[in-house]
């Protein structure tokens, strides 16, 4: 109960995470003509994962990115068997790239504020 309750951003972000990537997207979804918009929404998510992980943990390491790549990776998994969705190793790639900026953000502001003190 104590890993709930010290994780929780995280969990609540990557439930929403979740059922964001595996719902089917409606043709009444606005549709933005940027390049690579998709691999930006990836990169966007998955930092904001790998944020709340430091965040939460007072602390960055491997094993954060880890968990986020994993989590990249099952995602895909799951859209390869859903007939609306598609696997990409490209999003695997902006996931973790995004997760790695996130933990980097993280660990940079905890430092700052420990500094502050």
């Given at each position: 109960?104590?890993?709930i309750?010290?994780?929780?951003?995280?969990?609540?972000?990557?439930?929403?995470?979740l059922?964001?990537?595996?719902?089917?997207?409606?043709?009444?979804?606005?549709?933005?003509?940027?390049?690579?918009?998709?691999?930006?929404?990836?990169?966007?998510?998955?930092?904001?994962?790998?944020?709340?992980?430091?965040?939460?943990?007072?602390?960055?390491?491997?094993?954060?990115?880890?968990?986020?790549?994993?989590?990249?990776?099952?995602?895909?998994?799951?859209?390869?068997?859903?007939?609306?969705?598609?696997?990409?190793?490209?999003?695997?790639?902006?996931?973790?790239?995004?997760?790695?900026?996130?933990?980097?953000?993280?660990?940079?502001?905890?430092g700052?504020?420990?500094?502050?003190?």
């Amino acid at each position: 109960m104590d890993f709930i309750k010290k994780y929780k951003l995280s969990i609540i972000w990557a439930v929403i995470m979740l059922l964001a990537t595996t719902m089917k997207s409606g043709d009444e979804m606005p549709k933005f003509d940027i390049p690579y918009m998709d691999k930006i929404v990836h990169f966007g998510i998955f930092g904001v994962l790998g944020f709340l992980i430091t965040y939460e943990k007072r602390r960055a390491d491997w094993l954060t990115l880890a968990l986020c790549a994993g989590f990249g990776i099952a995602i895909e998994i799951i859209q390869s068997f859903l007939p609306w969705r598609s696997f990409e190793v490209a999003d695997m790639v902006a996931d973790t790239l995004g997760a790695a900026a996130g933990i980097l953000v993280a660990k940079y502001l905890i430092g700052f504020a420990k500094n502050l003190k």
